[in-house]
């Protein structure tokens, strides 16, 4: 699974992130260890007043670990990669909390240690964490039999679709996928050989090729949204500018979105407004069977739950009362019987606790299953709307295009040059030999 973690000091901020349910259809507290408070809030909370005794700025440690998308990963595969991440990075005895997310039919967990050591009150240092990280990341490939990523065996080989945070953010602001705008930069970038073949395949997408006021050269988007075209590309500055020219002979920043608005705009305004009603009619009605699963793989989970907890009770109970009280429980403790007693009960928990999670993982797995398929019309639906916008882009930079002259035969240009020379409309000129005609009796008498 792949390991990401960073030192962070904003408790407050990450502890909403952990619970938030607008993205994440489902939200499960795992853990909460080391702390007073039994809530995540309260746990974030205590660890900002720890480390307010101390000097440090960025008290947290927060990993995510996000398994492959086709595995459904059970929980002592999460509990075990815990392990191993407290073990090489030194954090191991720290409390910590631990989270379980679902979104868009995949799993994945965040884990959140506080780095303060309460009796030395100072922070556990974390030097090379991103190199152990991606230590723990590759066994855990290699002993759950997962295909590994090809950018972990060889950095070089890394996908170069891959995005950053500050990528994914932005894109999420103006509601598009940061893979697929890298993947058309990069496919611009792959099949051009000068400025003027990348600004046209970037138009048949709708990018707009122009010069940033820092940045160089600069794509805009159809609704005027700047992206850096050597940031989406992967490629330096220096090899931009060689293949594409000097930025400054493009149009700026302000000059591109006027000829969108002007130019462009009024070509696609209604086309697009046609798919993007198509779109949203499809959205909402995928949306609403998303809410509808949610809502029943909820209930579900609820119900497991409770039927679980209620016969949790009642096996407890039956193992207390094996262990008789009074005289009879003294004669047990000289007999030896009340620790055989003991033993069995914890062992019957234990087998309880196994079965309550085998259980549990169970049904989780199969609503994952649905999910993803519910998912994959989700996905399709979105590439047929890209597709379709793309299509219109497409057409829209192809008429723009000066079409060559066909040539014409000598009639044609004979009347082309009569054109010229008389100002006469098409319609004067097809009334003129009929006129001709009429008037020719006249002219002989």
Known sequence: MILKGSQRGSAKQLGAHLLKT???????????????????????????????????????????????????????????????????????GQPRIVVFHEKEGRRHCHAVWSRINAETMTAVPLPFFKMRLREVSREIYLENGWQMPRGMMDSKARDPRNFDLAEWQHCKRIGRNARDLKSIMQECWAASDSGASFSK?????????????RRGHVALTYEGEVLSVARYVGKKTKEIAARLGPAESL??????????????????????????????????????????????????????????????????????????????GLWDKLRGEHAKLRKQNELEAFMALQRDRVQRGTLVTAQLQDRQQ????????????????????????????????????????????????????????????????????ELER
């Open 22 to 92: 607008t993205e994440n259809e489902h939200v499960e507290v795992h853990e909460v260890r080391g702390f007073i408070a039994e809530d995540v809030m309260g746990a974030m909370h205590e660890a900002q007043a720890v480390a307010k005794g101390t000097k440090c700025r960025q008290h947290l440690f927060s990993v995510s670990l996000s398994p492959p998308e086709t595995e459904c990963v059970r929980v002592e595969t999460f509990e075990h990669a815990l392990s191993k991440i407290e073990e090489r990075t030194g954090l191991g």
């Open 201 to 213: 395949a970037l138009e048949e997408r709708g990018l707009y090729l122009a010069r940033g006021d």
């Open 251 to 328: 149009r700026d920043v302000e000059a591109t979105r006027m000829r969108i608005a002007e130019v462009i705009a009024p070509k696609l305004r209604g086309l697009l407004g046609e798919v993007e009603t198509t779109r949203q009619l499809e959205a909402a009605r995928l949306d609403q069977q998303r809410q509808a699963m949610r809502t029943q793989h909820a209930s579900e989970r609820k119900r497991l739950d409770e039927g679980q907890r209620a016969r949790s009770e009642a096996e407890g109970r039956a193992r207390a009362e094996r262990m008789r009280s009074g005289l009879a």
């Open 374 to 441: 519910l998912q994959a019309e989700i996905r399709q639906a979105r590439q047929r709307h890209t597709l379709r916008v793309t299509e219109l882009h497409r057409d829209l930079a192809r008429q723009q295009v000066p079409q060559p002259e066909r040539p014409t035969t000598l009639s044609e240009r004979f009347e082309r040059m009569a054109e010229r020379q008389t100002p006469l409309s098409r319609l004067d000129r097809l009334r003129e030999p009929r006129q001709r005609n009429e008037r020719g009796p």
